[in-house]
């Protein structure tokens, strides 16, 4: 330790004496590092330790915006032969030229209007990508909102970071203007404008590539839009499933009927898994009905009135949101099935005449969740199984009140002797799964 100090020094006096002076300003962060020791961590530590180290990164985070602020203050950017200080600040660390703008418009942001947003950012309770989805939150906000509107979105938005993931951040903040107090019309209407221009873009966006490799393999590269791609992920989800692929050996169909096939694919990665599943969908498109209906049924939850006014957005059960408009052209096909509320209505309640949850059941459940049940678990709704809170065996019921949807890891720790579990539920009948290791 002591011959690594001595080198350093010996590098630091053959530097200019500004570049030793920018050194010693943080000279003490290396030192902390160096002396930083996460080995042989006791039983709940872990946790602890990985949250501060996270805290620690994101007050970096805020101190290296601070220093892209000061520098496009100075214009350091372009006064030494740069474009700007976003294409300076690659230079410096190699973070590539859109990154280095991204991180200097966020700069400019928080030094310009975004206190709040700055102080928990330097205090780490929230991270640089939450305070991205904050800062470009409000550059979207309409003008006619006054500073104390605007204080209290930002206000609002900082509250919300503190509690959840920056995916789920951006979809709090496409209703940024209820923290307005704006009329859930105007809402409604806002969030829709978003993500419609969203979709236009995709639109815009969208490509497909293709080399033939010339080694029997064809590889390209798709962009599509993210409902597309729901659609396609939920496919590919299902065929590459391992409970279908059990269910055909069960059957006696191995793989590309062969037994070295069924071998190989219950081996393989699950990248490959996609590949095949792909290559099964290629194969076994109707081609004589390319004009008819999509081969998934993805789950949108609109209102009857939102859906014949087209105002408001829709809820994918793949977690992804759609416009009005979207969702009524989509409306017509098989492949989007709109769980319309205030609509007709399927039999939802069941009771012990059946053993297992039906497809309305499921649809209805897409109107209440998002993800996995399990808390902190981020699954789509579209990837979980049904499971019952009164177990079946002990003479539960198949009724909708009863249905706990969970994704196949956490539904199989349900049902492990090694884990306690615990069910609560909120005000509006959602489940909520607690699991913990004996």
Known sequence: MTSAVMDT???????????????????????AIDRLDVTELVEGEHGTVLRELERAKRRLESAALKV???????????????????????????????????RTRL???????????GQNLERGEISSEHAQIIAGTMRRLPEQLSQEQRGAIEKALNAKAREIAPGALRKVARRALEAAEKSTGDTDKDEDDQIRDEEQRALALTRL????????????????????????????????SPRRERLRQAKGHDYQGSEDGARTYAQTDWA?????ALMEILEHLPTDRLAGKVAATVVAT?????????????????????????????????GILPAVLGGSSLPLDLGRTDRFFTEAQRVALATVYTECAAVGCDR??????????????????TDL????????????RMHDPRFVTSISTDGDGKKSVRLREL
């Open 9 to 31: 020094d010996a590098t630091a006096t053959s530097l200019p004496r500004a570049a030793v002076r920018d050194r010693g300003r943080v000279s003490g962060v290396h030192r």
């Open 107 to 117: 700069a400019s942001d928080i030094a310009q209007g975004l206190p709040q947003t």
């Open 272 to 276: 490959h898994r996609y590949g095949l």
């Open 302 to 334: 609109v209102s009857v009135e939102s859906l014949k006014d087209g105002l408001a957005a829709a809820q994918l059960d793949t977690g992804q949101m759609i416009s009005a408009g979207q969702a009524r052209r989509l409306a017509c096909n098989a």
């Open 68 to 102: 892209l602020a000061a520098a496009k203050e100075a214009r350091v950017g372009e006064r030494s032969g740069h474009t700007g200080t976003g294409s300076w600040a690659s230079s410096q660390t190699q973070c590539g030229g859109a990154e280095g703008s991204a």
């Open 209 to 240: 590539t293709m080399r033939d490799n010339g080694d029997g393999t064809t590889s390209g590269h798709f962009r599509v839009p993210t409902f597309a791609g729901a659609v396609l992920g939920k496919v590919i989800q299902q065929i590459a």
């Open 401 to 412: 009140d009863k249905a706990v949807p969970l994704c196949g890891y956490h539904h199989r």
């Open 380 to 397: 789509p709704y579209a990837w979980s199984e049904l499971h019952h809170e009164d177990p079946w065996a002990r003479d539960g019921q």
